[in-house]
């Protein structure tokens, strides 16, 4: 994982860091950073025109994180305003590799590499995205290793 990638980021979504969110020591709770990321990639879909909501409904399908690989550097407290970034890495056709970051005034707080996969909401089996996600998502140019 790598901070100079910072301000290479498909998408930006800022977000409050409210009481609920912090434990006992004032911090934002290690596992809260996965609820950020997680709204962060909603909103980043919804960019693309894309609706979950729609897909489940309408086409059976949708998306379950499979992997996480999460790094915690600097804590971030109650009232801070926290940037999440969302850059597509990996596409295939059933699931999607994102890099994730959280930040706070230039500083790099939590990274992380998210493995999402679309299936089918009866059995829980790898399904293909749909066609117009698919396409939506070939047009990002994915970050050179």
């Given at each position: 994982m790598s901070?100079?990638?910072?301000?290479?980021?498909?998408?930006?979504?800022?977000?409050r860091v409210y009481w609920e969110d912090t434990d006992a020591g004032g911090v934002v709770f290690y596992a809260n950073y996965l609820k950020f990321f997680e709204r962060a990639r909603t909103e980043w879909l919804r960019e693309l025109g894309f609706s979950q909501e729609l897909m489940r409904q309408s086409q059976g399908r949708m998306f379950v994180v499979s992997r996480t690989a999460v790094s915690y550097l600097a804590p971030a407290r109650l009232d801070d305003w926290v940037s999440v970034t969302v850059e597509l890495r990996e596409q295939g056709r059933a699931s999607m590799t994102l890099f994730q970051q959280a930040w706070r005034d230039?500083?790099?707080?939590?990274?992380?590499?998210?493995?999402?996969?679309?299936?089918?909401?009866?059995s829980?089996?790898?399904?293909?995205?749909?066609?117009?996600?698919?396409a939506r998502l070939s047009t990002l140019i994915l970050p050179s290793s």
């Open positions: 901070q100079s990638r910072a301000h290479e980021a498909d998408y930006r979504h800022g977000l230039g500083q790099l707080l939590a990274e992380g590499e998210i493995r999402i996969g679309c299936v089918d909401v009866a829980f089996r790898p399904a293909r995205m749909p066609e117009d996600l698919l």
